[in-house]
């Protein structure tokens, strides 16, 4: 991806049950200093997604990489951005705690 760029990609999730799941997903951005540039214009991840049982699907995700990444010193040396996703399954009522607080 050339940073200033629009791109997409998909990312593939399977309900490998016999139940209908309602997920969410997170994201991580690696290396973390390379995260400020990563900007999502649509993602699947803005949103709960609901597979059937042993549904498979792609989930899109469109996306940029700030031109100003390219300008970074910090950055010099950074040829690759790595972005993962982390798919689990929505409790009714569960808040995930903040990270770092108790």
Not at 8 to 18: C, E, H, V
Not at 25 to 48: D, H, L, M, R, W
Not at 49 to 62: I, K, S
Request: overall charge negative.
């Amino acid at each position: 991806v050339v940073p200033g760029e629009t791109a997409l990609a998909f990312y593939k999730a399977k309900n490998p049950t016999d139940k209908p799941i309602i997920g969410i997903s997170t994201y991580n951005v690696v290396p973390f200093e390379a995260g400020q540039y990563f900007n999502k214009i649509q993602c699947f991840c803005f949103e709960e997604q609901r597979l059937n049982p042993q549904e498979e699907v792609d989930m899109p995700v469109f996306f940029y990489i700030d031109p100003e990444f390219a300008e970074d010193p910090k950055m010099a040396k950074v040829d690759l951005i790595t972005l993962s996703y982390t798919f689990f399954e929505a409790k009714e009522g569960l808040k995930l705690p903040l990270p770092g607080y108790q």
